[in-house]
């Protein structure tokens, strides 16, 4: 074959290898995405997994508020016997688990105090009689028209004084109890258990020695949890709480009775009152425990903490997911955050689908607020 002739068949044949690999290889990608607006930031599909994101409504956001907590005897279903006068212990006629009724004889106890207020009693009653004589006397006279009325006045004025002094001896030897001259009987004021005994016989005691013995339900207890002053305004009666007891093998369950008024001074927090929903009978008044109480925050938009991100060291924003993988950086006003939520007073709305965890994706030059 000519020398030109195979010049020209071998470039023929590399014209048409060019053409066919032109043809196969597939057609470059286009970007056709919408630009963004300010403060709007897109993010990989991929990248979303990492994220969470919460639609806003107008419900307070529901969290639990733990608090430590004791365990205690219901107030209305325990009673408290102390010593009316000072005295000595003479016999303790109960023991802790005797079961007794109202009246019975919990001690006895020797007192010179009690027999002065028996025998202030005594001489009440005589001067009581005495007078009643008298007015009689001269009311039946002023009747016979021998009587003074200066007179009937005078014995009616002492009658009234009489009884008065009789009723003021009563109630301080009714106060006393049962028993005569120097003794006095501490009685149990209602049916149930004796729950504790802090008296043994020949000890002294009066009215300032605190409680001798405890009579009441030993299984009316309840929990008292305290909890800090800037959450017991979303706590509402009847709100359900779960109780851990380090003794216990399982959590107990119970609803809110009320919610205290009073704060203590030092601590700042308050007490909050919790009915059990089943008794247990390995339950003690005094053990200690942990009370998990679901509240609800104020109404309004609520969002977690985590939400938020500070700009520049002094701009508060979260981040609102405008379609899939685009999200809105907005600056948001905040009241005072409680229990990981914070209330948000502008900047977002209901409906708005917030980025509760993962913001620091979208804007690495921001801070997380906590």
């Not at 014209?15 to 930031?41: F, Y």
């Not at 949890?225 to 109780?243: H, N, R, W």
């Not at 999200?327 to 900047?347: C, D, K, M």
Request: include cysteine; aromatic fraction near 4%.
């Amino acid at each position: 074959m000519p020398r030109f002739a195979h010049f020209v068949v071998v470039t023929c044949l590399l014209a048409l290898a060019a053409c066919s690999d032109k043809q196969e290889a597939p057609p470059a990608p286009t970007e056709n995405a919408a630009p963004l607006a300010p403060g709007q930031v897109r993010v990989k599909p991929a990248s979303l997994k990492y994220m969470e994101i919460q639609e806003m409504g107008t419900q307070g956001a529901v969290h639990v508020v733990w608090a430590p907590a004791r365990v205690a005897f219901r107030e209305e279903q325990v009673a408290e016997v102390v010593a009316p006068a000072s005295g000595r212990i003479l016999q303790v006629q109960a023991q802790v688990g005797d079961v007794v009724k109202a009246g019975t004889p919990l001690a006895t106890l020797s007192s010179p105090d009690a027999s002065r207020v028996r025998a202030d009693y005594a001489n009440a009653q005589v001067e009581l009689r005495v007078a009643q004589a008298e007015a009689k006397r001269q009311r039946l006279m002023m009747e016979k028209g021998i009587g003074i009325e200066a007179e009937l006045v005078v014995a009616e004025a002492k009658l009234q004084e009489a009884q008065h002094n009789a009723d003021v001896a009563s109630r301080a030897a009714s106060f006393l109890g049962g028993g005569g001259s120097d003794t006095l009987l501490l009685r149990a004021p209602r049916a149930g258990v004796v729950i504790n005994r802090n008296t043994t016989p020949g000890a002294s005691v009066g009215p300032d020695s605190g409680s001798l013995f405890t009579v009441g339900d030993p299984t009316a207890l309840w929990i008292n949890a305290d909890v800090f002053e800037s959450d017991l305004s979303t706590i509402a009666q009847g709100a359900p709480v779960q109780i851990v007891v380090a003794s216990l093998d399982r959590p107990l369950t119970g609803k809110v009775l009320r919610v205290g008024s009073a704060l203590n001074a030092q601590t700042r927090r308050g007490q909050v009152f919790i009915t059990l929903d089943d008794s247990n009978p390995n339950l003690r008044a005094g053990m200690l425990a942990r009370a998990g109480i679901q509240s609800r925050a104020a109404e309004g938009l609520s969002v977690p903490v985590t939400s938020v991100l500070i700009k520049d060291g002094q701009r508060s924003i979260v981040f609102v997911q405008v379609s899939d993988n685009v999200f809105e950086a907005r600056t948001v006003s905040l009241g005072q955050p409680s229990n990981g939520y914070i209330p948000v007073l502008s900047g977002i709305e209901p409906g708005d689908k917030v980025v509760t965890k993962g913001g620091l994706l979208l804007d690495g030059a921001a801070n997380q607020l906590l």
